[in-house]
């Protein structure tokens, strides 16, 4: 097995070829089997169904985090390419080349706002220039699609659109900024209704595998729409990442000091989009958690590292904001990934980063502070719970899965994401009604929790695996790939 050493730049003896080398962010995940040479953005076409077998560490990780980190996945023997990184293949096999992290170079600077615009301007409309046409910009009303929109000269081009998350989509917030950010824009803009996306498992399954989880599927139906629009240039314009790097991230600040595996679990996990590794029958030592600490010691204090950091960790995950547009024919261009653009915005004073002042300023100077105008918006967030009513998921085989976790907790999750768990439902829809907030506080504090939506995550999670399985006995019995 090639383990990653680091020899000078261009170095590579002339006998090998490189095949794939990633970015700072590694933004877009690079897989590759360690025993058949295979490499691959794709985890499935790696992967040796007829000889699967599961990584104690990967697994059990992927479980925790919903999708692969620390370079490996949940498959033995498959990894992944880690940022700043070159894969060569040759006579003896694959060899990784690990460069230096150019991130580190910028910890102590500083940047000041006016160079941070003027970069992002000049990004933004490169981009747009690319191809003729139609620009999408995928607008949710908050900061990063507005700094965008902002930006773009050819206000003309720009077809904006956006998708509701609360009962009533034209209520959401999303949709109620949007509209108005566009209005005083002057942009085209559309909103695009969603709760079909139980029906994108098998593409879904297709791009990610065993990679992910399936969450990002209201994607899938949200670009299905817009493509269905768009009648020329297929350019989108993302803000992918730009929450992270724009402002004081609280999400990193969770803990001050990180001590071990699990305060790094706390505050790089994504949310409650995961299943739980305790149900696995796989013991693990958390060894990518711990391999974390040591090699980047400044992340226990230190608040810019842990940023770019956990947008590292998560881009298993968020490499879906590109590649299912590019999937459906869209060219993605992420100008918030660049680092120049990133680093530089992560190095404003600490004061104007916080509650990302700069940004508020520069909205105001444009007429397009949104948060001044008191908009009537809905903040619920109902767009799981609509999805469950409109397709509802069928259960997962508890029978395949035993192989990896106990099939209680698989029967769990299915009772939970059914009809049984409509009073989990009710508990969190009465949660924003003013008469029962106090007791639906004092219900949580007792240890009531919405675990439907915590057995919506696990679910995502562990259907991918049961997919695998499933092609793995096809392969298996001679069946093919089904």
């Known amino acids: 097995m090639p383990e990653p050493r680091r020899v000078p730049s261009g170095a590579a003896p002339r006998s090998e070829t490189l095949v794939f080398e990633t970015d700072w962010l590694a933004s877009r995940p690079v897989f590759y089997n360690v025993r058949t040479g295979r490499s691959s953005q794709v985890v499935d076409d790696v992967i040796d169904l007829a000889d699967l077998e599961f990584d104690p560490e990967g697994l059990n990780d992927y479980l925790d985090f919903g999708f692969s980190v620390f370079g490996r996945t949940a498959v033995r023997d498959v990894r992944m390419l880690r940022f700043s990184s070159r894969l060569y293949s040759g006579p003896a096999g694959l060899r990784v080349e690990e460069l230096d992290d150019p991130a580190y170079e910028w910890l102590d600077r500083s940047s000041r706002v006016d160079e941070v615009v003027e970069l992002a301007e000049a990004s933004v409309n490169e981009a747009a220039a690319e191809i003729p046409g139609e620009v999408v910009v995928p607008t949710s009303g908050g900061f990063d699609s507005r700094f965008i929109n902002v930006l773009l000269h050819d206000r003309a081009r720009v077809r904006a659109y956006t998708y509701g998350v609360s009962d009533d989509p034209a209520r959401s917030a999303e949709a109620v900024k949007a509209a108005e950010l566009c209005r005083r824009l002057g942009l085209s803009w559309e909103l695009v209704p969603l709760g079909d996306f139980h029906r994108y498992f098998d593409e879904w399954d297709r791009l990610f595998g065993v990679s992910s989880h399936a969450h990002g599927m209201y994607h899938i139906e949200f670009y299905r729409h817009i493509a269905s629009r768009i009648s020329r240039g297929r350019l989108l314009l993302s803000g992918a990442s730009g929450e992270w790097f724009s402002g004081d991230d609280p999400e990193v600040r969770t803990i001050e000091t990180l001590r071990g595996p699990e305060d790094l679990l706390e505050v790089f996990r994504y949310g409650r989009m995961c299943a739980d590794s305790r149900q696995s029958w796989f013991r693990s030592e958390r060894l990518g958690l711990q391999r974390l600490l040591a090699e980047q010691p400044r992340i226990r204090t230190e608040m ?179």
Not at 317 to 344: C, H, K, N, W
Not at 376 to 403: C, K, Q, S, T
Not at 449 to 458: I, K, L
């Open 304 to 482: 810019l590292p842990r940023v770019f950091t956990v947008v590292r960790l998560r881009t298993t995950l968020l490499s879906y904001l590109q590649t299912v547009p590019e999937s459906l024919g869209f060219v993605p261009r992420a100008p918030f990934l660049d680092i120049g653009l990133a680093m530089r915005m992560l190095t404003l004073p600490g004061d104007l980063r916080y509650e990302r002042r700069w940004q508020r300023e520069f909205f105001a100077a444009h007429g397009v502070d949104l948060e001044a105008a008191s908009l009537p918006v809905d903040h619920r967030n109902f767009l799981n719970a609509r999805a469950m009513r409109r397709v509802p998921l069928r259960p997962l085989d508890v029978g395949l899965l035993r192989e990896l976790v106990r099939p209680d907790y698989v029967r769990w999750v299915n009772r939970t994401v059914g009809p049984l768990g409509l009073p989990h439902e009710v508990v969190s829809r009465l949660a924003w009604q003013r008469g029962f907030r106090n007791a639906v506080k004092q219900l949580r504090r007792m240890g009531l929790s919405d675990r439907r939506a915590q057995a919506y995550g696990a679910y995502l999670t562990l259907r991918p695996l049961e997919s695998l399985l499933r092609r793995r006995d096809a392969v298996r019995r001679g069946d093919g790939i089904p």
